[in-house]
């Protein structure tokens, strides 16, 4: 998959992640967060870096506001080549509920369709991660089907499978 190239919304601007971006993502250590993290995500502060270049490979961008205020960061990672991606996203628990996550959703699912030709988008949720099973209907994914007692990036527990069609193919 190629690099993320910058996008910019209304109100912020998404921009690729770097090997240097250790500092800006600092939120998802908050508790918040880690309530829904599996073992592949960054528990400390010496896992951000590991944490990167995990991810580095994939289309994954940080989003700011203010021009360069990260508050979050939203990735697809290919899962058959070019046809079809899991999208997932992290934002700071201090900028829920503000509408960044859909502005920013809105904007990568418009570009993985329109100019990376996707087929399909599907995201994992946990059932009890409710805000963010709200935000992927938000965003036009539908709930295929719950999976009881599965494989959550490590973690046992029940989740939910959403996709989308990309509307032109």
Known sequence: MKEAPN???KRLGLRPLTLHDSENLIYLLHSEIQKDAGPYMPHSLNDLPQHIERII????????I???????????????GN????????????????GYATEAGLAVIDYMFSTLKFCQLTAQI???NIPSCRLAEKLGF???C????????????????YSMSNPAK
């Open 146 to 161: 719950i999976e009881y007692d599965s494989d959550l990036y490590g973690k046992k527990a029940d989740v939910c499978l």
């Open 83 to 98: 046809e079809t991606g899991e999208m997932a996203w992290y934002i700071d628990p201090e900028y829920w509920n503000l």
């Open 126 to 128: 946990g059932s009890a």
């Open 7 to 9: 996008l910019i919304t």
């Open 142 to 144: 539908i709930l295929e």
């Open 57 to 64: 490979g994939d289309t994954t961008w940080l989003i700011t």
């Open 66 to 80: 203010n021009k360069d205020k990260v508050i979050g960061d939203i990735g697809v990672f290919s899962k058959k």
